[in-house]
């Protein structure tokens, strides 16, 4: 048998692939090669060289061109890659695809690492001193007029400034230029640590140098950025590496500022949101090691960390880590093998820690550091529960609610209503018939959209024109049902006409800098009302608002989702850390008609510790993650019996496997864009069961006949069911 090089193609299928070595060049683990494949070319990295053949030579086709000198990808990150493939039961190269930016998965030379940088030219002086240009352009030649920028920046002061880029440059008033090589200076001091703080920076600071789990467990305000930025000084100056993660983009800015005016040192962003260039650039600088502080969200934990001295993950609970299609791994629990492989202390911050770390910290896999105190805010937040049962309502909103918000903007201060659904109302029913509208793709209710005179499928897009009239009895009177933040939105300015009233969701945020804005205007000491989702619930300090209202929770108490209860807690929590986060009392308010549920009052009385220490030991009663262990297949076909018999194959093939099987069953939301839905839910007491039984399984699945026929995906440890 010939020498081969086994290569991952970005295939959704369980196999790496067989080529001949190419005729010029040569080909090391990590280094990407074109191949051909099927009835065209493709792009794969290399897993191993010099291997014997599977197949005889007669088949094997030869590796068109070797694209990488030296590996792209290094030792640990191969390694890392093929143990998260095995563990997450991906398709290897879909596994290694994730880790590359999709500008480096293309048969195109590396960019240049150079940093990009735009100044005026003299044309562009002249077209600013004229306004001949207006929008997007002018902010950016007015940006421009103080002196060359980099890209970074731009990003930062600017977000969609490309479009504009590309329009001035191609009318001559903009050119690309280089920037000497000029550290920004530190222009904030640090603190004087707390007892707590600097015990946690001693603590995490003796780890350097090997791989040692953390909780940090502080809430919001409790200056738990602090210490992780006092850590990074530690590990810049040890002339090492830096990753910090973050669930979203939206909270991304906010802290490049924090830590490059701390620190004074460039930091490195990556996001999807990125251009693809910037995003391969900044993910090149970190795989040269000039790159000293990473940011980024989910796929960021793929970055090459040649140099690595410390991981963090912020906000570790938030369930934006797990990615939800394709490769479905979890980028806290990557974080952790890349921490074990790179021996470095990996730290995972929350105020509302998620119950496996909680069960990691009980088992002493890891340490926890607590922050109790909050530096700068007055006292924490008192919540209130407001009992609304038998209360005349306002729209969904009790007297009480409505007292507090009046009471909150004549201090001049703000208040939060928080709800988290998006639109006018969740249901549109008739009165006179019983019809309501309904997604004729996934037969489930459609959300009325009020001021786009729409109603939406939020489970699939779908979207019809409002009715006039009843489609089904013509009566005239069609009645939303349920409140959602637009008709909150309009009940709240009615109620307060004098108070400007905001609304923060996705439909009001579309653009990225308008939610920027919006928090802009909001630092201002005025009274406002805002009125918003789960967006709200992070980061952002808003130092006049000092009331939340929280509205429309009791769905999360009885949701058949055994996570429910934990999602529920923990944005209770979060969202009610937005409350006096400055100078003032913040004070937090909770709607419901379930004043006496057990877990709502042990969240209230004695907090977020304990409520999760006992929701913990329901599981483990029960034996539910993390105590036992999941998997689910999902399978959706157009036709219902396509996915049952692929399910019933699958579940077959595990009949004497020592493992528990639920299903096959309909999925919890049966229909779906137009298609049928079912699942398998697999578990067992210990991974190393699961595993053993899954991984011939999931290769052999397909091989199957049926698999051809439905759309089908393993997902481990799955954090929903859906
Ligand atoms: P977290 O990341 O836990 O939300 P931060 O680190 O952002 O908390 O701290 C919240 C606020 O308190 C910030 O404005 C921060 O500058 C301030 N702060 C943090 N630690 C201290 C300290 N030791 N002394 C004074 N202010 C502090
Ligand atoms: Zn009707
Ligand atoms: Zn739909």
Same mark, same amino acid.
């Given at each position: 048998m010939p020498a081969v090089l086994r290569v991952a193609l970005p295939v959704p299928l369980p196999t790496l692939f067989d080529y001949l070595p190419a005729s010029l060049g040569r080909a090391d683990v990590g280094s990407r090669v074109l191949v051909p494949f099927g009835k065209g070319k493709a792009v794969g990295v290399v897993v191993e060289a010099e291997v014997e053949a599977a197949v005889g030579s007669t088949r094997l086709k030869r590796v068109l061109k070797v694209l990488d000198d030296s590996p792209l990808l290094d030792a640990e990150l191969m390694a890392t890659l093929a143990r998260a493939a095995d563990y997450w039961l991906g398709a290897p190269g879909e596994a290694y695809a994730n880790a590359l930016p999709l500008a480096l998965r293309e048969d195109r030379p590396l960019p240049d690492l150079r940093e990009e940088a735009w100044t005026l030219t003299a044309a562009g002086r002249s077209a600013l001193d004229a306004g001949s240009r207006r929008g997007g352009s002018r902010a950016l030649l007015e940006a421009l007029a103080r002196g060359p920028l980099t890209a970074t920046l731009l990003h930062e002061v600017l977000p969609g400034w490309r479009d504009a880029a590309r329009r001035l440059d191609d009318a001559g008033l903009i050119e690309r230029t280089e920037l000497a090589g000029s550290a920004p200076a530190p222009v904030t001091t640090p603190p004087e640590l707390t007892t707590e703080q600097r015990e946690a920076v001693a603590a995490i600071g003796e780890s350097l140098g090997h791989f040692q789990p953390f909780l940090l467990d502080g809430v919001t305000g409790s200056g738990k950025t602090e210490v992780y930025l006092a850590l990074i000084e530690q590990v810049i100056a040890q002339g090492k590496q830096a990753l910090l993660l973050v669930?979203?983009? *939206?909270?991304?800015p906010q802290t490049v500022r924090r830590v490059r005016d701390r620190l004074g040192v460039a930091v490195e962003v990556l996001h999807s949101n990125l251009a693809e260039g910037d995003r391969a650039r900044a993910w090149l600088r970190a795989r040269s090691g000039e790159a000293k502080v990473i940011l980024g969200t989910r796929? /960021?934990?793929?970055t090459p960390l040649p140099h690595a001295g410390l991981i963090v993950i912020d906000e570790e609970h938030d369930s934006a880590y797990k990615q939800q299609e394709g490769f479905r791994y979890h980028a806290r629990d990557l974080a952790l093998l890349r921490a074990r492989a790179l021996k470095v202390p990996v730290v995972l911050g929350s105020a509302t820690p998620s119950l496996e770390t909680l069960a990691n910290v009980q088992a002493g896999r890891y340490r926890s550091l607590r922050l109790r105190a909050r530096p700068g805010a007055i006292r924490p937040p008192q919540v209130q529960i407001v009992d609304m049962r038998a209360q005349r309502l306002e729209h969904g909103l009790s007297p009480a609610l409505l007292a507090a918000v009046a009471d909150t903007v004549a201090r001049g201060e703000q208040a939060l209503v928080f709800r988290n659904r998006r639109g006018y109302a969740p249901v549109l029913l008739c009165h006179a018939c019983g019809w309501h509208a309904e997604c004729p793709r996934c037969e489930h209710p459609m959300t009325l959209h009020a001021g786009r005179r729409q109603l939406i499928c939020h489970h699939c897009d779908y979207t019809a024109r409002l009715p006039a009239? =009843?489609?089904? =009895? *013509? /009566?005239p009177d069609l009645k939303p049902q349920g409140q959602g933040t637009e008709r909150l939105e309009e009940a709240l300015t009615a109620q307060f006409p004098e108070v400007p009233v905001m609304r923060i969701d996705r439909e009001t945020t579309r653009r990225r800098d308008a939610f920027e804005q919006l928090l802009e205007s909001l630092h201002e000491d005025r009274p406002a009302i805002l009125v918003g989702t789960q967006m709200l619930a992070k980061g952002h300090d808003l130092p006049n608002l000092t009331l939340v209202a929280i509205v429309g929770v009791d769905e999360g108490l009885h949701s058949v989702d055994f996570r429910a209860s934990e999602r529920l807690s923990q944005l209770v929590v979060q969202v009610a850390g @937005?409350? *006096? @986060?400055?100078?003032k009392p913040g004070r937090v308010l909770l709607q419901t008609h379930h004043p006496e549920h057990p877990l709502l009052r042990q969240l209230l009385a004695q907090g977020y510790a304990a409520a999760a220490a006992t929701l913990l030991e329901e599981r483990r009663s029960v034996q539910l993650p993390p105590y036992g262990h999941q998997v689910l297949l999902r399978a959706e076909a157009h036709q219902r019996e396509h996915v049952d018999a692929f399910l019933a194959d699958a579940a077959n093939a595990l009949a004497g496997a020592p493992l528990q099987l639920a299903g096959p069953m309909p999925a919890p939301m049966p229909l779906r864009a137009g298609r049928h839905r079912g699942q398998l839910l697999i578990e067992a007491e210990t991974r190393s069961a699961l595993h053993t039984a899954l991984r011939p399984w999931y290769r052999m699945l397909s091989t199957l006949p049926s698999s051809r026929r439905v759309r089908w995906s393993l997902d481990v440890d799955p954090i929903d069911l859906y």
């Open positions: 669930p979203e983009i *939206g909270l991304a796929s /960021a934990v793929f009239q =009843c489609p089904a =009895c *013509g /009566a @937005r409350a *006096g @986060r400055a100078r």
